[in-house]
């Protein structure tokens, strides 16, 4: 069976908010399944959930970006494979 690189990282995203959620009196449940289904989003908003706002902010900002970037390169893919 194959996975994803973004798979990973997610798996290795949802590990790092239970524990760190566990550690701070949070739903440590809840933090993992949202980090793994959504992933570098939700670490984002955990970080400044906690108070570590300017990690958190930088975070989301870059996940975002990254998500349109890949949602543009989709729809360019998508246009170029019909006129070819």
């Known amino acids: 069976m194959e996975l ?13 908010l239970f524990m760190d959620a566990r550690k ?7 933090w993992a399944i949202i980090g793994l289904i959504i992933g570098p989003i939700v670490l984002g908003i955990y970080f400044i ?4 706002k ?7 900002i ?16 998508a246009i170029l494979a019909l006129f070819l």
Do not use: D, E, H, P
Not at 4 to 16: D, K, L, P, Q, R
Not at 24 to 29: C, E, I, N, P, T
Not at 54 to 60: C, K, N, P, S
């Open 4 to 16: 994803s690189f973004g798979f990973i990282i997610n798996i290795a995203i949802a590990i790092y």
């Open 54 to 60: 300017g990690i958190g902010w930088t975070i989301v």
């Open 62 to 77: 870059l996940s975002i970006i990254w998500y349109i970037i890949a949602i543009v390169f989709g729809i360019l893919a």
């Open 49 to 52: 959930q906690t108070g570590r």
């Open 24 to 30: 701070r009196g949070k739903s440590a449940f809840f």
